[in-house]
């Protein structure tokens, strides 16, 4: 008979048939589901058709060890909680059983109140990998519902009036008058900051730290940022503002995301540029410190008041000393999220009126000697 | 010769605001409100070029329908512009990067709104991309 899926189910592996019967006869009318091995092969055969909640694995049985169990329920299903039996004198392997996924370990010999107090603890925290796992996927969901609606009920209305005023001045382009033009043009600038507002939500909600990691390779620094360098030439161009690079040699490769950390790059270098007077000079330096990537981005721009500076980072922060900040507060946020997730840090310096510094510091792996 | 384009969107007020740029210019557009009737009109008329949509219906369907048009012997070569809103899901682009269609093998990809300009000029070089290629093969 289909056992139900709220009654607990407990596995008990052990070659000893003292131990089993008398576990057995413990957890009697308690209202488990007991299945029995009394070796390895039989136990890991029973993980697979049991479904068990909660395994007791005895260290040493002959056959296959209890170690090798304990690697093996992990590997069929990492959620179960296993809690090792053993001998007094095996306290010690037990610890390394703990480091190898055991939750806890029961030495022998045990009274039944010691096995039951140990059985609702494995149960309970069970229970807790389970939640925890629901409540992260419902999360997930959350973000990737919202983030539709996001995009469907308001970008898309947007969208459509926006297209419809475009294509009205194409239209009338030779019917409207200066001023007609700057209307037209006004509300252009509206819908369009609303828009970009839009996606920089839907960005801060699509960034995923988790999913990142699982794409990191070892790449050369250079690349995340000669591509971020190519995209803001023609917004440097428009200003007349030289992007210098000094670059050092035979740099280390570091572990992360280069589509990522290209963002980050673009959204600093973009920063340097939008807050730099025309026809200055923008800095990128990378250098390689004894265990990290170091690039900077130094302008000459209006500078961050020393108010403003602690923020910065916080997203959703504009500003207090009313300088004319346009964008969302978004980028900086959004960066240092990404640069956490590479285990680096993203740190500012700034003189008001002077300029700014913006350094990103990623560590690499040191290789050979 | 007047170019023929067929355009598949579900927003027909988005639709208008393309439309009207592309009939002022001097093209013949036609207009599908769903995947289902564009796949119909593709098939029964000949079009220099399809405006698609991507997220219509139930999901995906404008991606549905580009897979299908590649494997189709007969509008394989048909240029595909896809205009969507979604970029930030379906395409996994950042800030300053050129939009890249990399997702489905289409021939661009751009952003809803769209300037006049942009479009305009984007649906001419890729009719004429299309015809070069053609004259090309005979």
Redesign the interface.
Same mark, same amino acid.
Do not use: C, W
């Given at each position: 008979m289909q056992p139900t899926t709220n009654t607990p189910r407990i596995l008990i592996i052990d070659d000893e048939e003292v131990v089993i019967d008398s576990c057995t006869q413990i957890l009697k009318g308690s209202g488990y589901l007991v299945a029995t091995a009394m070796d390895g092969t039989i136990g890991l055969r029973s993980v697979q058709d049991f479904h068990p909640d909660l395994v007791f694995v005895d260290l040493k049985m002959p056959g296959i060890s209890g170690f090798e169990v304990l690697e093996k329920i992990q590997e069929i299903d990492a959620t179960i909680v296993s809690i090792v039996i053993t001998g007094f004198a095996t306290i010690g392997s037990a610890v390394d059983a703990m480091k190898k996924g055991a939750y806890d370990f029961l030495p022998k010999p045990f009274t039944p109140d010691e096995f039951r107090m140990i059985t609702r603890r494995g149960l309970e925290r069970r229970k807790l990998v389970l939640e925890t796992i629901s409540l992260r996927r419902e999360k997930e969901l959350l973000r990737e519902q919202f983030?539709?609606i996001v995009?469907?009920e308001l970008?898309?209305?947007l969208?459509?009036? $926006? $297209?419809? @005023?475009?294509?009205l001045?194409?239209?009338l382009s030779n019917a409207l008058n200066e001023e007609q033009k700057e209307k037209i043009e006004r509300v252009k600038v509206r819908i369009d900051e609303l @828009?970009k507002l839009i996606?920089s939500w @839907?960005?801060v909600i699509?960034v995923d730290i988790n999913k990142l990691k699982d794409g990191f390779k070892q790449i050369p620094i250079t690349q995340p940022l000669s /591509?971020?360098l190519e /995209?803001?030439k023609p917004?440097a161009a428009r200003k007349n503002i030289e992007i210098t690079t000094a670059i050092a040699d035979d740099l280390h490769p570091v572990t992360g995301d280069s589509?990522?950390l290209?963002?980050v790059f673009?959204?600093i270098i973009?920063n340097a540029i939008k807050y730099s007077p025309e026809n200055t000079r923008v800095l990128v330096k990378i250098e390689e410190t004894k265990d990290s990537i170091r690039v900077s981005v130094k302008d000459s721009g209006i500078g961050i008041s020393n108010d403003d500076l602690p923020h910065i980072f916080d997203g959703f922060y504009r500003g207090k000393s009313g300088q004319a900040m346009a964008g969302h507060g978004i980028?900086l946020a959004v960066s240092r999220q990404i640069t956490e997730a590479h285990n680096g840090s993203i740190t500012v310096e700034s003189v008001l009126g002077k300029g700014t510094t913006f350094v990103v510091c990623l560590p690499y792996e040191k290789t050979g000697p | 010769m007047t170019k023929k384009l067929m355009m598949i969107d579900d927003?027909p007020?988005?639709v208008? %605001? !393309?439309k009207? !740029?592309l009939d002022?210019a001097g093209f013949e557009v036609d207009v599908a409100y769903n995947p289902k009737d564009g796949m119909k009109a593709l098939e029964t008329k000949q079009y220099d070029l399809l405006l698609l949509d991507i997220?219509m219906g139930r999901g995906a369907e404008g991606i549905m329908i580009a897979r299908k048009l590649r494997k189709d012997a007969k509008l394989r070569e048909l240029p595909v512009l896809i205009i969507t809103?979604?970029? =930030?899901?379906i395409a996994?682009l950042?800030? %300053? =990067? +050129?939009v890249h269609p990399r997702f489905v093998d289409v021939d661009e990809l751009v952003e809803? +709104? !769209? =300037? +006049?300009r942009l479009l305009l000029e984007k649906v001419n070089s890729l009719i004429q991309t299309a015809e070069a290629r053609k004259a090309g093969k005979k």
């Open positions: 983030a539709s995009s469907h970008k898309a209305p969208s459509a009036v $926006q $297209q419809n @005023l475009f294509s001045e194409y239209e @828009l996606n @839907l960005r699509s /591509s971020a /995209s803001m917004f589509i990522s290209s963002e673009v959204n973009g980028g | 927003d007020d988005f208008a %605001g !393309i009207s !740029i002022t997220m809103g979604m970029r =930030e899901q996994f950042f800030p %300053g =990067e +050129p809803k +709104p !769209i =300037e +006049p």
